[in-house]
């Protein structure tokens, strides 16, 4: 495997369900990111493990939760979703340069969630 | 805060037209610029990208120049063809130029016909 790999590649969950979305990167890269993609709207950044600390987007609720259990595995577990919550799921990762700047983020082919 | 401005799309040429996807934002500091691309049931894939002003970034026949004085990143190519049909996004990163936390534009759908 190459990149940054994600599975499952579709899910069809009921409100009630709890799953999990995995994403693994095989980069060497130190930080990892979930993403949302809904239609018509910008990506919308979720969480960001750089090394091993969780960045937050205090608007995500807390029906997601994200694990990093390693810098090449992240996952994001999933419980009693809305229907809103249908879109892509998208995974990244990226490389801190010694100069302490992050470079570009390679992305994952993403998760198509969708909640009945 | 940091925004990303993108033309509205979609966007539809014939084979071989020229292509320019205009690209602004507004941003304090020295961010980095990218366009992203991504193709039907894909994820997103960088396409180029810029850190510094009048820097240009090229890659596959796209090209985009970042300029400070206009605050734009326009994404161009010469002659298109159907297999560049997809969506493209503009990005900034942070202050700093660090691409930890980017924010993206809305996308560009872009179909291009035989």
């Known amino acids: 495997e190459t990149g940054v790999t994600q599975t499952p590649r579709h899910l069809v969950m009921g409100m009630t369900n709890k799953k999990s979305l995995k994403c693994e990167q095989h980069l060497g890269h130190n930080a990892m990111y979930w993403y949302k993609q809904s239609a018509k709207k910008p990506l919308e950044l979720m969480f960001v493990?750089?090394?091993?600390?969780?960045?937050e987007n205090n608007s995500v609720p807390s029906r997601f939760s994200p694990e990093c259990p390693n810098s090449s595995h992240l996952f994001l577990h999933l419980h009693t979703l809305q229907p809103e919550d249908s879109a892509l799921y998208l995974c990244?990762?990226?490389?801190?340069?010694?100069?302490?700047?992050?470079?570009?983020?390679?992305f994952g082919p993403g998760t198509r969630l969708t909640v009945l | 805060g940091d925004s990303v401005t993108q033309m509205e799309g979609p966007v539809t040429l014939s084979e071989e037209a020229f292509l320019t996807i205009n690209c602004t934002y507004t941003?304090?500091?020295?961010?980095?610029l990218f366009w992203y691309v991504q193709y039907p049931g894909e994820g997103l894939q960088l396409l180029l990208k810029?850190?510094?002003?009048?820097d240009k970034g090229s890659n596959k026949g796209f090209e985009a120049t970042y300029r400070k004085e206009t605050t734009s990143f326009h994404l161009e190519k010469g002659s298109v063809q159907v297999s560049d049909s997809a969506v493209y996004f503009c990005a900034l990163s942070d202050r700093s130029g660090s691409a930890r936390q980017l924010t993206f534009g809305s996308g560009t759908q872009l179909t291009v016909l035989p």
């Open positions: 493990y750089s090394l091993e600390e969780r960045v």
């Open positions: 990244a990762s990226s490389q801190e340069a010694t100069s302490g700047r992050f470079l570009e983020q390679f």
């Open positions: 810029a850190t510094k002003a009048d």
């Open positions: 941003a304090t500091g020295y961010p980095s």
